[in-house]
């Protein structure tokens, strides 16, 4: 069993502290395109720092936590809805919902613009494609907020792509859930 990923860096076996090379050079015509807007002034140095810097941003842009991208899918579904009624559910009261099997699909577009001093050069599009999985799931709620969620199993499997070529793809390989999955302080259920 793999160990679970707390960040999309985790899903994308990117681990911390720091980011090992993406395989961008894969997505070639953006690369190349972007490289060629480079002014002849600037320093050779340039598009090393440029790529370095790049690979920085994707890193913080897969800094997201797996928790919050379940709470998000779930917080304004329907059904959970009632429980931001505090008369029928007081904040003290602490609701245990089963779940039933489903798939969460979730996608994230962040982009890096590049600039040479003051001036814009170009921007490298980046999409970020998610399905969860999860099976036999029960959900704590509280005071209108998801509190945690206890899982029979559940995975994650993931895509990355720049301007519109993969270049990391973990479809393969699944990324299995702890048992139990904590919120911190709770994700808040948006009526």
Same mark, same amino acid.
């Given at each position: 069993?793999?160990?679970?990923?707390?960040?999309?860096?985790?899903? /994308?076996?990117? *681990?911390?502290p720091t980011l090992p090379r993406l395989p961008l050079s894969e997505s070639g015509? @953006?690369?190349? %395109?972007?490289?060629? @807007?480079?002014? +002849? &002034? =600037?320093?050779? %140095? /340039?598009?090393? %720092? +440029?790529? =370095?810097?790049?690979?920085?941003?994707? *890193?913080?842009?897969?800094?997201?936590? !797996?928790?919050?991208?379940? *709470?998000?899918?779930?917080? &304004?579904?329907? $059904?959970?809805?009632?429980? @931001?009624? =505090?008369?029928?559910?007081?904040?003290?009261?602490?609701?245990?919902?089963?779940? +039933?099997?489903?798939?969460? !699909?979730?996608?994230?577009?962040?982009?890096?613009?590049?600039?040479?001093?003051?001036?814009?050069?170009?921007?490298?599009?980046?999409?970020?494609?998610?399905?969860? &999985?999860?099976?036999?799931?029960?959900?704590?709620?509280?005071? =209108?907020?998801f509190m945690s969620l206890r899982l029979a199993s559940g995975k994650i499997e993931?895509?990355?792509? @720049?301007? *519109?070529?993969?270049?990391?793809?973990? &479809?393969?390989?699944?990324?299995?859930? $702890?048992?139990?999955?904590?919120?911190?302080?709770?994700?808040?259920?948006? $009526?």
């Open positions: 069993m793999a160990e679970t990923p707390d960040t999309l860096k985790g899903v /994308f076996g990117l *681990g911390t015509k @953006c690369l190349s %395109a972007l490289r060629d @807007c480079i002014p +002849a &002034t =600037a320093s050779s %140095a /340039f598009w090393p %720092a +440029a790529m =370095a810097q790049i690979h920085e941003q994707v *890193g913080e842009a897969l800094d997201v936590p !797996i928790p919050s991208i379940l *709470g998000g899918a779930w917080s &304004t579904y329907g $059904p959970f809805l009632k429980y @931001c009624d =505090a008369k029928e559910y007081p904040s003290d009261v602490v609701s245990t919902v089963p779940l +039933a099997d489903h798939t969460i !699909i979730s996608s994230i577009k962040p982009y890096v613009e590049v600039y040479v001093g003051n001036e814009r050069i170009g921007q490298l599009d980046f999409e970020i494609k998610l399905l969860i &999985t999860l099976e036999g799931g029960v959900l704590s709620i509280q005071n =209108a907020r993931g895509m990355l792509s @720049c301007e *519109g070529v993969v270049v990391l793809d973990r &479809t393969s390989k699944d990324y299995q859930f $702890p048992g139990l999955i904590l919120f911190g302080s709770g994700i808040p259920i948006v $009526p």
